[in-house]
């Protein structure tokens, strides 16, 4: 699942991306990855890009999740309530590997 949206965006006066990583860990799906975008626009066309810094600090952000289908489809309420302006896609993927990383003792 990829979920975009911008940097500003908030949820219950906590940066969005942020509330919505938490919400992922909480509900225990397996991992998630911000990244944020150096430019991007989205359905109202308005440009985010680092060469209007002077302008505008809203950087587009991704927020990658895989998990099963049934455990998407069971925060996506929740997910739904979030995000009231922006982006949210399902692809299917293949998972080569997954496995945390061994500690040494």
């Known amino acids: 699942m990829r979920i ?3 940097e500003q965006d908030k949820y219950k006066h906590q940066p969005l991306y942020q509330a919505i990583v938490e919400m992922l860990r909480k509900e225990k799906l397996a991992g998630a990855t911000v990244v944020r975008g150096i430019a991007g626009f989205g359905a109202k ?3 985010h890009s680092a060469h209007l810094l002077a302008l505008s ?3 587009p952000m991704v927020i990658e999740c895989v998990d099963t289908r049934e455990n998407i489809d069971r925060i996506m309420p929740k ?3 979030m995000v ?3 982006l949210v896609t399902l692809e299917k993927v293949d998972v080569i590997r ?3 990383k061994k500690m040494n003792d």
């Open 4 to 6: 975009f949206v911008g």
């Open 45 to 47: 066309s308005h440009l």
């Open 57 to 59: 600090q809203d950087f």
């Open 79 to 81: 997910l739904d309530e």
């Open 84 to 86: 009231t302006d922006g």
């Open 98 to 100: 997954y496995a945390p």
